[in-house]
């Protein structure tokens, strides 16, 4: 080895996490599943919008724990994907009259595809430096989707505006409620395929690839095919909650997808605990209604109020809403003896 | 020919912010292995402080000097508080710790003075420099404290005692603190002077871009580009980079159709991922060795 080489121990990016630790148990999951299928019949319909953002926002922090958590990759560019995903859903139906439920797996393929393609270069970056061309990724996308020659499909500056699709087969519920439904719908199908797909042969390949590299290499794994893997997966459930997105919120613009919504996405997935996957839903609460919280303390101090919490939860519980889940468990075991 | 020149020149004068910022993050990136995200943040709070001490009737150059003082201070006071703790946490969690940091110093900065753009006075002055019309006076304040601050850190790392303890414990920790060097205090000495950096940056480029909480969004974005353009482990090639990245910018603005100034950020940024791919540590860096 020459004398300009630097040996390092590199620290892990993230800290492994068991296999059998990254979900619930059945009884858990249903009462989770019964609260959301209950929640929406009593409450008012802008209330009914936050919770179907709460799914929305839930998929994206999901999508980019199976990336961080799954393989060790971390990215602070998927507010790029969501952006694709959004757009990809509100030019195919305003400007190609598809159907709302229909542009969801396009855009989930549209962007398993960038994803899968962003995934080639940033295979041969780790740690930092990835999270810095990630960072990039998510700063250029606003300025890209502005160009005047997207203009004619994307509307520029001024962005599209989606219609809200109303309840099929003349169902008597809201717009709103019909929304959250299918957003449930779609969510759980994808929770639940998460899940498989981390206890499948190519989860295990990427919880080896982020526990030791070259160690996994050495076992036989294709190192490259299962990074840019995560990553198109990744990208692929973030484009579907970017689609969701588009259609609750019935408006896209290059503003609504800045490096702010990527570094939330982010948070969340700290909040939420790493590597855990029902902590993508509590991660999301945090996001979504720790601002509004904070702007009721105080109106201009919500970011600082933000970045207090945030410190908090990293110095008292570094491994987030998982930690508190464990804490829980351990005490009511202790009740039942 | 004439606009060529004007453009290499306004691209040298930014390229010397660039570089100071990219030296702020460089000189964190060696002490503690990560990329600082509030670095923007921090230098425009001293920039704050800066114009809140003229308003106050404090000289320039006394205000400088102060705010430097302060940002020192102020960069110890952030490591031994927040990040000491965390230097043992994994990255992601240190990455959420500055991406907190950067959202408490914009909040506070903007409750503080209010988001209304600001004016900010230079030294120099904004006449054209030695008469001619290729650069102004400022640009040229720009280039020549730059070089100035770049002189004396050279001397500093090169020919004290301290500056040698530093480099020492940034490129062997364990083998420095046999030989009794306080390395922890050497971490919180590179984040002061870090900060001090930044302030300097910040104060130069306010004159710019306006004084405002948002004002460094950009110019760190640059910053990054520059700092890994010439290698996260080389304050030289930081430095390097940061010119490079500056005249590259306006080059790119000015002569490659279609790119105008919408799209000067993501040229900076498509920058920093091809430097990634192809020289994954910089024209100036060290590659680094794995060891299972």
Redesign the interface.
Known sequence: MSAVEEVTNEASAVEAVPKRAMTLGYGTSLVVLGLLIIAPMFLKNFFVFQLTMLLIYALAVLALNILTGGSGQFSLGQSAFYAVGAYTSAILMEHMGVNYALTLPIAGIICFGFGFLFGQPALRLSGIYLALATFALAVAMPQLLKLGFFEHWTGGVQGLVVTKPDAPFGLPISQDRWLYYFTLVVAIGIYIASVNLLRSRSGRAFMAIRDNEIAASAMGVDVALYKTLAFGVSAGITGVAGGLGAIAVQFVAPDGYTITLAISLFLGMVVGGVGWLPGSIVGSAFIIFVPNIAESISKGLSGAVFGVLLFLVIFLVPHGARQVAIVAQQLIGKLKK | MELFINQVLAGIATGAIYACMALAVVMIYQAI???NFAQGEMAMFSTFIAWQLMQWGVPYWWAFLLTLAFSFAGGIAIERM?FK??AK?????N???F??????V???A??TWDFTIKQFPTPFGSAPFLGSQLISTHQAGMIGVTVGLLILLYLFFQFTRIGLAMRAAA?LPESARLVGINTSWMIALGWGMASAIGAIAGILIAPVVFLEPNMMGGVL?YG?AAA?LGGL?SPLGAVVGGFLVGVFENLAGTYIP?VGN??K??IA??L??TV??LK?AGLFG???????
């Open positions: 292995d990560h990329l927040l703790p965390l946490a994994p990255i992601l969690t990455v959420a710790g991406i907190a940091l950067f959202a408490i914009n909040s506070v903007g409750l490129s974005i990054f890994v482990t279609g919408e799209l950020l993501p940024l498509a920093i991922i990634l791919v994954p060290r590659p680094i060795v794995k060891r299972v």
